[in-house]
RNA sequence: GGGCAUAUAGCUCAGUUGGUUAGAGCGCGUCGCUGAUAACGACGAGGUCCCAAGUUCGAAUCUUGGUAUGCCCA
């Protein structure tokens, strides 16, 4: 006996005891050990951040990384997952400080680092319980308690041996970054903390003149909104590539260099008139120098010149240079420059560095402290806040004669998201960098060999990234991180890097171990892994190599927090300090997969740290071709959440249609797609999907519904859908196999005692059993439901393993759709028959059970509670001879069962019942009342015979006494003929369209006849003689009104709608039977039940009916004795039937 | 402002190297089935394939230029 099922499956319910199933018999660990020596696939676990709750947009994630995975592991190779967990940076800082409730950087350091650094540690793992049971109840396998963690002491160690690698070879330097600046509060701000601040404000809009130092009457004319960058200025910037000009303003007596396009804008906003003298291209400026607003650098250092890398000498500063972002929008096509205050500004300053001799190009002017104040430099300026000092500013201007317009300027303006009166500014920090740009052509070749889905992230969105690549600003001036491993000497500022902890305990003179042990002293419980962080190691100093009697101290800052996620390739072991083996077996990654959002996080991290980290082969590290340190990556869409807005009030919501309908009223709100918002709490938790719909229908509806790159909307509604749309399909095949398995005591393990331990049940083992029939001897369904089984498994195989699970899932879904609506559905009589045992039977069930076990594998890594639940079930007959999980199981190989020919004639077969009904329905004549004939027509022999051969099915299916297949078109049928495009349109070109209506207007019958007898036909166009065969033509049949017929792709199916007596009476029968199993339903009477029928009627027709088809009804509603009765009893309900009235009464008689 | 992507039925989305009747599911409508049964199924309506120009015998598909939306960067 299989175990039956209930129809009314809770999903979530099943799953549970599939989870507990799986703890308790460790089912993934087996999983694994079962692999042992196999081929390795190897995957990157990308960690989270474990300090917020899991999004919906984490399920997708972690669903797209446990298929393949699972997908491997069943195609035979040894698939680690090890988790991991981000837990440096900014956010858990961020975190702590709201529960502190502060928020800059004076603050946390009056509340102490050495608290507040244990405040983060603990703080990382808030939501960790959330996150480990999101990760178990979705079916995420992968080693939790083998997690890698990212402020672990020997995971920073590691990080530190990549950095000193880095820093040996001179790829680690120190330079100055120009970040968004409140100054206020002295701190720097992220860029997502930027966007937050934004406002519009008023601000100078000044054009400032800037004589030539060759040609004084000519000015070079600049624009800016920020009068208090002037003066730190040091260069103009001009656009090589357009057009300036020269133009006279005679009213001032004075030149001005514009850009071309520009010149009437500038007249009109001035209102000056403006004669144009010369034009040149931008590239005609470069190099010209020009006296730039201010005094306080220009006097003592105009005449500087340095030396250049390609020979000669040239003036530092002051002078135009390039650059491609200078346009022609706004403006005046010339640039000022203040290096200082700006990002853009910087990067020239550092090109125009590296064109001079090292150390004697341009250094950074900075007029202006951290305080945001003017400093001493700017003399007259000095202790005044920038912001205050525009007016000023303009005012010197304007009495030097130097400001040509003024005027005011609405933008947007960033200003502290804490502090809504602070305006930031952008200011330079000095800051570590990595020197990612020396490696762009090496991660240009790396990014090349990378398998990218969608491929489109090769060339775009990454490869950009990667071509415009900057220096990687490592550093961050925070407190929770890894700490930059970099002592430097107070005396000399020379620098060495450190690679681990021990390292630093040997450094001669090595001292100040004593805070941390004094740390752990009054709190054993604080983890070993704080001491090689801030505080604590900053406490440690050595002595200096570079100078005697100095000391090492370390640089202040910790890194970026993805440099750590970059790292864990090899940061995940400890290498190389530890598991150098492990390292080298896992390296490089078969597969790792996030979200877009990634590009320039994870994924970048990944590339830059493993190309630059291993490009030098060394000792320890052999050459590693590329790809590495990852082959394959899905790149999965954004997330989007669907709601339902009331129109009363926009921000009460609800998820569903439905529930809207409920709570507003149909009509009365709107629909909205948007990105995820807690606040707005607009999508549903995924603990509460889970309850809800399950893990599975939320699996299915990420790999099914949509390429995975697409953004994916979070429907409810729609991840409800995949429910009945899939999974429930499945089931209830599933469960009409089990009811009647069960009532025929169809036992597959009875005829196979002798299967081999651990049985998977694979085709050739079934094929073992005494009743199991070779495939051949069966009937035409099921050899063909056994060849779509074995082409769906090809082709999932082979789209897996392209990584492509949508049109995997695609095809096994026409698979089960094949099995419940054809196989089941055209099977069912078989399984009716009383003959427990007949061949027909057996071939049935067993033709099903096989589909049934391989589906169970096929969807193993996809839904696989289902399946597992399936498997059990299924096999659960055979006790401890079956392997006892699914997931234990090999995927299923084909039993090369593939017939397309077969397909082909069950699709057409398919097409003509589709067509039938088509018909039926035309003609209003419903299934129930039978017809004498149907007339096929269609083309091709060998369909006509096949056709021929099987035409029970169909007579079956539209319930017609005959059935005639004919290639002749009679009345009912005109032909078409077209050209075969493909073909046709190399050789004929122009022509083509003139066939085209040659053909459609002749004689499709006598054409095809000719075509028939000399296989060639030829016309003649325009004076050509062509000569078509019939590979050249297409032929269509088309339905001539009248009939009641249906066409399609080369077939028309005719009903012969004639209603004879018999046939009315006949189909009057049928409604007999109809009403009878009704109340037999009505009753709750059991399948089985054998019953007394009494029928009453006073209509003669119902009354022949039921004569003439006696043995019919009281065999199809299991009636042991018929009476016919001249009045119905009180006690039995009347029902019409058509114009008739029919009375039923019904007594369980089980003898 | 730049980069990348997307635009196909009421909704969510497929659409393989260009081939002449553009598909699926949901929803809607009509109906069927009643021994998978609070299920299941059939059939139908519904499309300017965002717009325009171009290439071609032929364009949802290729090219160019727009428009709209999203993401990333500035």
Redesign the pocket.
């Known amino acids: 006996m299989f175990e039956p099922v209930d ?2 499956v809770s999903f979530p319910k099943l799953e549970e005891i599939i989870l507990e199933f799986w703890k308790r018999r460790q089912i993934y660990d087996r999983s694994l050990k079962l692999r042992e020596n196999c081929e390795k696939f190897v995957f990157f676990e990308g960690p989270p951040t474990a300090n917020g709750l899991p999004h919906p947009g984490h399920c997708l994630t972690r669903a797209m990384k446990d298929l393949f995975p699972r997908y491997r592991t069943m195609r035979g190779y040894l698939c680690e997952r090890k988790a991991g967990w981000d837990t440096h940076g900014l956010p858990v800082e961020v975190e702590v400080c709201k529960e502190l409730g502060i928020h800059s950087k004076e603050e946390i350091e009056n509340y102490g680092v050495e608290p507040f650094i244990h405040k983060c540690q603990q703080s990382v793992w808030r939501y960790m319980q959330e996150w480990e049971r999101l990760t178990e109840r979705l079916g995420f396998w992968i080693k939790l308690d083998e997690a890698y963690v990212t402020y672990h002491e020997r995971y920073v160690e590691s990080v530190w041996w990549s950095l000193k690698v880095l820093f040996d070879r001179g790829h680690l330097y120190r330079g100055h970054k120009i970040v968004w600046w409140w100054a206020q509060g002295g701190t720097a701000l992220s ?1 997502g903390e930027v ?1 937050q601040g934004y406002r519009t404000v008023a601000d100078p809009s000044a054009y400032v003149l800037l004589p030539l130092v060759d040609d004084p009457d000519t000015n070079l004319l600049i624009w800016t909104t920020t009068p208090w960058t002037l003066p730190s200025n040091q260069f103009a910037a001009v656009n090589p590539d357009i057009d300036y000009v020269t133009v006279v303003d005679e009213e001032l007596g004075c030149k001005l260099v514009i850009a071309k396009d520009l010149v009437e804008s500038i007249a009109e906003k001035t209102k000056r008139q403006l004669r144009v003298e010369a034009e040149y291209r931008g590239r005609d400026l470069i190099g010209k120098r020009y006296m730039p607003p201010f005094d306080y650098y220009y006097p003592t250092r105009k005449d500087e010149q340095g030396e250049l890398t390609e020979g000669g000498k040239q003036h530092v500063m002051w002078r135009v240079v390039p650059a491609d ?1 200078v ?1 022609t ?1 706004s403006g005046t096509g010339l640039v000022h420059q203040a290096p200082a205050f ?3 500004d910087y990067e020239v300053l550092v090109r125009e560095q590296q064109r001079f001799v090292s150390g004697s190009g341009p250094d950074l002017i900075c007029a202006v402290g951290p305080n945001g104040k003017f400093t001493e430099e700017a003399e007259d300026l000095a202790d005044m806040w920038v912001k205050d000092a525009d007016k000023l500013i303009t005012r010197k201007l304007k009495e030097s004669h130097r400001l040509y317009f003024l005027d005011q300027y609405l933008h947007e303006y960033p200003f502290c998201w804490r502090a809504e009166n602070d305006p930031l500014i952008q200011y330079p920090r000095q800051s570590w960098f990595i020197r990612t740009t020396e490696f762009k052509q090496r991660m240009l070749d790396n990014n090349q060999q990378i398998n990218w889905l ?1 491929e ?2 090769k ?3 990454f ?3 990667l071509e ?1 690549n900057v220096d990687w600003a490592l550093s961050r001036e925070r407190y929770w991180g890894t700490p930059l491993p970099i002592w430097v000497c107070e005396k000399t500022g020379q620098m060495e890097a450190i690679d681990s902890y021990a390292a630093l305990q040997q450094k001669p003179g090595a001292r100040g171990f004593e805070a941390w042990e004094q740390a752990k002293r009054i709190n054993p419980e604080l983890p070993d892994d704080l001491r090689v962080h801030k505080p604590y190691i900053d406490e440690i100093t050595y002595d200096s190599p570079f100078a005697s009697g100095a000391s090492m101290r370390r640089a202040p800052e910790v890194i970026d927090c993805w440099y750590d996620s970059g790292a864990m390739p090899f940061a995940q072991w400890g290498f190389p300090h530890q598991n150098a083996d492990r390292f080298f077996q896992q390296f490089p990654a078969d597969f790792i997969s996030e979200a ?2 990634q ?2 996080g994870w994924f970048y991290s990944l590339l830059a740290i493993s190309t630059l980290v291993f490009d030098e082969q060394t000792d320890a590290i052999p050459e590693i071709p590329f790809p590495h340190p990852f082959r394959n990556c899905i790149v999965l869409g ?1 997330m ?1 959440s ?1 709601w339902y807005e009331s129109k009363k009030n926009p921000s009460d919501i609800r998820l569903t249609k439905q529930e809207a309908d409920e709570a507003f009223g149909v009509g009365n709100y709107s ?1 909205s ?3 995820m918002s807690k606040q707005k709490r607009n999508y549903l938790a995924p603990s509460e999907l889970f309850n809800r719909y399950g893990a599975d229908a939320l699996r299915w509806y990420f790999f099914a ?3 995975p ?5 979070y ?1 409810e ?2 991840i409800k ?1 995949s429910i ?2 899939f999974l ?2 499945l ?3 599933y ?2 196999f089990l ?2 398995a069960n ?1 025929d005591e169809f036992d597959p393990s009875l005829e196979l005692r002798e299967l081999d331990e651990n049985s998977q049940l694979r085709s050739h083992e079934l094929a073992k059993a005494e009743s199991y029939r070779p495939i051949a001897e069966r009937s035409e369904i099921d050899r063909w439901i056994l060849a779509e089984l074995d082409e769906t498994i090809n082709l999932v195989t082979e789209r897996m393993d392209a990584y492509d699970n ?2 995997a899932c ?1 095809r096994i ?1 026409g698979f089960v ?1 094949a ?3 054809w ?3 055209r099977s ?2 078989r ?2 028959g ?1 003959e427990k045992r007949s061949r027909d039977k057996l071939d049935a069930y067993w033709t099903l059970y096989e589909c049934l076990i391989q589906t169970s594998k096929l969807i193993a890594p996809f839904v696989p509670f289902v399946a597992e639940s399936i498997w059990k079930n299924l096999t659960g007959v055979f006790g401890e001879r079956t392997v006892e999980s699914v997931h234990l199981c090999d995927f299923p190989e084909s039993g090369h069962r593939e017939d397309a020919n077969l397909a082909h004639n069950m699709n057409l077969l398919r ?1 003509i ?3 039938g ?2 018909a ?3 003609a ?1 004549l ?4 039978p017809l004498n004939a149907v007339t096929v027509i269609l083309g091709p022999q060998a369909d006509q015979q096949w056709l021929r051969a099987h035409d029970s099915i169909l007579r079956e299916e539209l319930n017609v006494k005959s059935l005639n297949c004919t290639p002749d078109v009679g009345a009912y049928v005109t032909y ?1 003929i ?5 073909r ?3 050789r ?6 003139k066939v ?1 209506q040659i053909l459609g207007n002749a004689d499709g019958a006598k054409l095809l006849d000719e075509l028939n007898r000399v296989n060639r036909v030829t016309l003649q166009v325009e004076g050509q003689s062509i000569e078509l065969d019939s590979e050249d033509i ?1 032929v ?3 339905a001539n009104p009248g009939w009641a017929a ?5 077939v028309v199916v005719v009903l012969a709608t004639e209603l004879t007596p018999e046939l009315i009476i006949e189909g009057l029968a ?2 007999i ?2 009403l009878v ?2 109340r ?2 009505e009753l709750k009477l059991d ?2 039940d054998r019953i007394k029928l009494e029928l009453s009627t006073d209509s003669a027709e119902l009354k022949q009916a039921i004569a003439d088809f006696k043995d019919l009804i009281m ?4 009636t042991v004795k018929l009476e016919i009765l001249n009045q119905p009893r009180a006690s039995m309900p009347t029902n019409s039937l058509n114009q008739f009235k029919l009375s039923i009464g019904i007594e369980i008689d089980n003898g």
Do not use: C
């Not at 790159?709 to 909307?713: E, V, Y």
């Open positions: 129809n009314q860029s966007g972002f346009t929008d700006g990002e853009v969608p489109h992230i060339h775009g969105r490869g950009n990234f415009s877009l959002d590009t320039r954004l989007l669907e629909q797609v948007g990105k519904n949509q390429p790159w697409t953004p994916i909307r429907s509604q729609q859908d009945p749309e429930l399909r089931w209830n095949v469960g009409f009811i009647y009532i949508f049109n695609a879904n759709d099995l419940s609506n196989y089941v559905r069912r009589s399984f009716w009383s097409e019942a589709s067509l009904r088509a039926r329905m035309e209003k419903k299934v129930r009342q078409q077209q050209p075969n495009f493909g046709l349109g190399q004929l070109r122009a022509l083509l369209p085209k297409q269509r049949l088309v249906a066409q399609g792709d080369g049928r409604d039977i109809r199993q009704d037999r339903k399948f089985s065999d199809e509603t299991l």
